[in-house]
Nanobody
Framework: QVQLVESGGALVQPGGSLRLSCEASGSIFSIYDMAWNRQAPGKQVELVARISRGGTTIYADSVKGRFTISRDNGKNTVYLQMTSLRPEDTALYSC??????????????WGQGTQVTVSS
């Protein structure tokens, strides 16, 4: 069994900052790409940022310069540092990861998500 658990979501004022965390646990052999995605009410899921095992990153244009993705391979954890938050960043943020498990042929795992609300 592999699980991804996110934390760090909250209500924050415009211009504020938050740091999200997502920890993978279970029968993990290796983790490759990890990513943060978000889904606002009535909208499709969109990729926010992705990071490879070696640290190569990509970002959605809407968050470039404001969000930073990072990871700690020793802790099987990916982070999303969010600054200069805007109301349009309000969404359910979920992480996903490409994981090789000892106990399953499944590769793509998702967490349940953590809510970020940006409002005054």
């Amino acid at each position: 069994q592999v699980q991804l658990v996110e934390s760090g979501g909250a209500l924050v004022q415009p211009g504020g900052s938050l740091r999200l965390s997502c920890e993978a646990s279970g029968s993990i052999f290796s983790i490759y790409d990890m990513a943060w995605n978000r889904q606002a009410p009535g909208k499709q899921v969109e990729l926010v940022a992705r990071i490879s095992r070696g640290g190569t990153t990509i970002y959605a244009d809407s968050v470039k310069g404001r969000f930073t993705i990072s990871r700690d391979n020793g802790k099987n954890t990916v982070y999303l540092q969010m600054t200069s938050l805007r109301p349009e960043d309000t969404a359910l943020y979920s992480c996903n990861a490409d994981i090789i498990s000892y106990s399953s042929i499944q590769r793509d795992y998702w967490g349940q998500g953590t809510q970020v609300t940006v409002s005054s």
